[in-house]
């Protein structure tokens, strides 16, 4: 449950320190383009830590394309589409629904062990 918490967790992490460089891009100032990008830049440090501490539950391999693929789903869907209001085209919606069907397999492919709590001896 704690490793589930920590994907969701960096994937909005990360998805709103996408949003703020992206913000930080249009902007037409220098310092509204700096403050942007250094608040893009601290939420995707905290991004980081958490990955960090999701790769102390998980293994790699399976801890890589949950939290990848969490992140793209996470910027495509409700970055580009919530925030900026672009419009995704039928490939890219399929594009979503491969990564998440590649998440669902990467979740299964796991060992059951890979998501219990590890217990001090």
């Not at 830049?41 to 293994?59: F, S």
């Not at 391999?61 to 793209?72: C, M, N, Q, S």
């Not at 629904?97 to 890979?114: C, F, H, S, Y």
Request: hydrophobic content about 60%; charged content about 10%; overall charge positive.
């Amino acid at each position: 449950m704690r490793s589930a918490l920590l994907v969701v967790v960096y994937a909005l992490f990360v998805t709103a320190a996408n949003v703020l460089m992206k913000l930080s891009a249009g902007a037409g100032a220098f310092w509204p383009f700096v403050l942007l990008l250094a608040a893009g830049n601290l939420l995707g440090l905290v991004g980081i830590l958490t990955y960090t501490l999701l790769l102390r539950a998980l293994p790699l391999h399976v801890a890589f394309p949950l939290t990848r693929g969490a992140t793209v789903l996470g910027v495509q869907l409700a970055a580009s589409v919530i925030v900026f209001h672009e419009v995704l085209r039928p490939t890219e919606i399929a594009g979503a629904a491969l990564v998440a069907a590649g998440i669902v397999l990467a979740g299964l492919g796991a060992r059951r062990a890979d998501f219990e709590e590890e217990k001090p001896s």
